[in-house]
Structures are given as C-alpha cells and as structure tokens.
C-alpha cells in the first residue's frame, strides 16, 4: 500500500534550537518527493521538491534531504515565524500525491 | 497575478443536505486536485484533473461524491445527502501543465461543517 508517514506529530523547539523533521515513503513509482509549509487557516504553501535519493536543497534555514526509503527536513537556529505545520508528499508515475499527516511545529521565542 | 481561489471559504449545513464546493485554478493551468484535510489530518486525495483526460476518481470515498470540471477552468466538488463524517476543509490546487516537477499552488479551502 502507497503511504507517507510523518514524525514526530508535534515537536516544540526554543528559538535557536535545530532539529529534523523525519517523513517515510513506500510509494511505488517514485517520482517526487514534496515539503510544503501549512500555516493555521491556509492552503500548503510549496517548499521543495526532491526526485532521487541524495538529493539535497536548502532555503533559508531550512534544508530537506532524500533516501531511498525517508526525507528529512533539517530546521537549524529556527526562528518563531518557522512555526507552522509541515506536510510532505510522494508523487507517483501518474502524477497522484500521497500525503503524510504533518508535523506541528512550535518554535518558543 | 490571482492565486487559486475556493468558495465558499465556510459552509455549515444540515446532515442530508447537498452542498457544492468552488475552486477556481490559476489561469491556463490544466491540471486540478481536490482534497481532504480532517482536523490534525494529511491532505487524502480525492479527484484529479488533468486536461481532457478522464479524471482519477480513485479517491473518492463514496458515490455521494462527485466533482467535474467545466471548459478545463472551474472545478465543482460536489457532497450529497452529507453526513457529519464528511466535515472537514476541502482543498483545491492546480498545476500548470500536471507534470510531477510542477509545483502544486493551493487554495485558502473550504472548511465544511455538517451538523
């Protein structure tokens, strides 16, 4: 069965702090691997996009990673505007998104 | 330019009753996704979209679903006889050309209450 899991659910960290975001994938016909950000009220808004494993792209203080079986989303020195939820996805060859339940992340100032 | 919007952004109804959700893609986009988001839940797909194809309805969780898409623009979802189990934000994105590297722009969602 095609699934995404996302760990942990909910992490809280103090400004400053890094961390990762841990998401794995068993989806037949990879062809991408999606971060997108979630704040409260709002539609995902797109992050990266990972195709082959160690694949690595980096956007401000956020780096996402790909393996062959889980991608990492590395926060470093976040800040309290980070906070929000983050949501990963798997596309398939037909174009169709899988996606993980999200980690909620607080981030205390 | 105009992102992808959905109306309406809130809808509370009557268990049994029929409701019809919005979306409205960025324009010239030919590929549209409708979802699921239950509270604290991932995105479950629903509906695809792409051009003339016909649609992957594999999503849908029952025939009281159905979605189209008129002159390849504006998306309908609609719910009939809802059930309080079908609450939950409807989200719509769109793709410009519904190749994998495209990036998914989404809407603001609907978030639909059945009481």
């Known amino acids: 069965e095609d699934q995404v899991t996302q760990s942990p659910e909910a992490l809280r960290l103090q400004e400053g702090e890094s961390s990762s975001l841990n998401c794995s994938y068993t989806v037949s016909g990879l062809r991408g691997l999606f971060w997108y950000r979630q704040d409260p009220g709002k539609g995902p808004e797109f992050l990266f996009t990972l195709y082959s494993a160690g694949e690595e792209k980096e956007k401000e203080r956020l780096k996402a990673t790909l393996t062959k079986k889980e991608s990492f989303l590395h926060i470093t020195a976040p800040k309290p505007e980070d906070s929000a939820t983050y949501l990963c996805?798997?596309?398939?060859?037909?174009?169709?998104?899988?996606f993980g339940s999200g980690t909620k992340l607080n981030v205390k100032p | 330019g105009a992102g992808v919007s959905q109306s309406p952004s809130n809808k509370v109804t009557e268990k049994g009753k029929d409701v019809e959700l919005r979306c409205d893609p960025i324009s010239g986009h030919t590929a549209l996704y409708w979802y699921r988001q239950s509270l604290g839940q991932g995105l479950e797909f629903l509906i695809y979209f792409q051009g003339n194809s016909a649609p992957d309805k594999s999503g849908l969780p029952s025939d009281r679903f159905s979605a189209e898409r008129t002159g390849g623009s504006v998306s309908t979802l609609t719910i009939q006889r809802t059930q309080q189990e079908d609450s939950a934000v409807y989200l719509c994105?769109?793709?410009?050309?519904?190749?994998?590297?495209?990036?998914?722009?989404f809407g603001p969602g609907t978030r639909l209450l059945v009481l």
């Open positions: 996805a798997a596309a398939n060859n037909f174009n169709k998104f899988y």
């Open positions: 994105a769109s793709q410009a050309g519904g190749r994998v590297d495209e990036t998914q722009y």
